[in-house]
């Protein structure tokens, strides 16, 4: 399923009329072998993450994105510090909404 999803998103990419491309994005255990095959991609010269937008789905509430349980470093660890995507384009939820 990873590789099928893998192969979605390029074709998404490479067929999308627009300069930006919106990734959707999970965390947890499922979506690490799509992730691994994006990297491969990305470093094969398939993809190219310039004008991705990411949005992830979660985070925990009061957990600094410091923290290695978070889902900021669980992102990084495993996508974003492997492909060119600009960290102002990534958007996580803040960890600490609500606190004033």
Do not use: C
Not at 23 to 31: Q, S, Y
Not at 38 to 56: A, C, P, S
Request: proline share 4%.
């Amino acid at each position: 399923l990873s590789d099928e999803a893998a192969r979605v998103v390029e074709r998404m990419m490479h067929t999308s009329k627009r300069m930006k491309f919106v990734l959707g994005l999970a965390t947890a255990m499922t979506p690490i072998g799509l992730y691994q095959r994006l990297v491969k991609m990305y470093q094969e010269g398939i993809l190219d993450f310039r004008h991705v937008i990411t949005f992830n789905l979660d985070e925990y509430i009061g957990s600094p994105k410091t923290n290695p349980n978070s889902y900021y470093t669980f992102m990084h660890k495993h996508f974003f510090d492997h492909i060119n995507v600009d960290a102002s384009k990534v958007h996580i939820p803040k960890w600490d909404i609500g606190k004033h």
